[in-house]
Structure formats: C-alpha cells, structure tokens
C-alpha cells in the first residue's frame, strides 16, 4: 500500500522531475556549446541545442551567472571519474608516470571547457570559485604523493613548481603554443617533475 503524503508535502505529479530534467537538458547544452568554441552561448543557442524553449529557461534561470554556476557544477559530475587517486608510496619514477597519466587523461577530456572557463572567470564569481577548488585539488595531490620528497627537499617553493608543472595552463602551452602531441607533451611534464624532484 502506497504510503498517505504528510500534510505539506508537495503532490506528486511528476511537475518536479520534469524541471530538473529541463534544467538538465539547458546546462549540457551550454557545455555542450562551450566545447564547441561558442563562449558566450545565447539563450537562444541554448534553446536550440537543448530543445527547451526560451520561456522555459528564463523561468528556470534567474540570470547568466546562475546558468554558470548550475554549468560548473554539472562539469563537475560529467568529470569526476576522472579525478584518480595515486598512491603515495612506491617507485618515485612510477608515481610521476600515474600522475602525468592521469591529469593528461583530464585535461584532454575538459581542455575547450577549462579554456572557456579561465576567460570568463574574471566575470563570473561561480566559475573564479570552481577553478580554485580545482587548484587546491592538484595542490593537495602534489603534496600527498610527493610529500616524502618534499620533505626531503627542504625546498620551500618545490610545492609550487611542481604544481605549476602539473598546470592545465603547462598542458595547455604544450598542446597548442606549441603543438605537441598529448604523448609528447606528457613525456616534457614527466621530465620536468622528475628533474625537480630528484636529488641533485
């Protein structure tokens, strides 16, 4: 027997799924857009792309910085998979290769939205602080997978150099100022991050 709803609660006619399932539909089509290159999606665009009309999205959308915001988010889920824990211990050479490996694997996958992002970020406080948490995820990874090194090191900036090696923007240098392949620009950051951490 079907439960009797709680005086309050809201009936179920489906009204609710269908809003998020709208919602759901606009926001990967911005992302979808923002892949494409289109930076600035219209709502318009948006409306095309998703299938949701114009009255819809205004509805469900107080302004452009809430589509960013629930757009950010969403990005989150699409990539989460992505983000793999490297075990700290073992062979140095093999932490490298696992961390490079998987933040390549990354950066391919989110390269046109990122890069969407860091333009737009200046405007939009919901992407500033999306990047941040972002930052301080590969900034805790360096720090737990490379802490016996560090600490070893007893340089003061090594933290920094090696996340900055680990950047999107070095990736991002390497694929496109310079035209490397994923491989190859794979190959330089191991390189770079094998120099800085072994003993000199």
């Known amino acids: 027997m079907t439960a009797p709803l709680i005086s309050g609660d809201p009936p179920q006619d489906g009204r609710h799924a ?34 949701v009309s114009l009255r819809s999205i205004f509805r469900i959308f107080d302004d452009v910085e809430t589509l960013r915001a629930a757009a950010a988010a969403r990005q989150v889920t699409r990539v989460r998979h992505l983000y793999v824990d490297v075990v700290p211990t073992g062979p140095l050479e093999g932490r490298v ?10 950066y391919e996958q989110i390269a046109p939205i990122r890069r969407a992002a860091l333009r737009l970020a200046p405007e939009s406080e919901a992407l500033r602080e999306q990047l941040a948490r972002a930052r301080a995820w590969l900034r805790s990874e360096v720090e ?23 950047s999107f ?10 035209g490397l392949s994923a491989s190859r620009s794979a190959a330089v950051i191991e390189r770079t991050i094998d120099a800085l951490l072994r003993p000199s």
């Open 97 to 106: 290769h696992e961390v490079v490996t998987i933040s390549s694997r990354l």
């Open 18 to 51: 269908r809003r998020h399932r709208t919602r759901d539909l606009a926001v990967d089509a911005v992302l979808d857009l923002l892949a494409e290159g289109v930076l600035r999606p219209t709502a318009q665009q948006v409306a095309d792309r998703s299938g």
């Open 169 to 178: 923007e070095a990736w991002d240098r390497l694929r496109t100022a310079q």
């Open 144 to 166: 737990r997978v490379f802490a016996s090194e560090v600490a070893a090191s007893g340089a003061s900036d090594l933290i920094e150099a090696l996340e900055l090696a680990l």
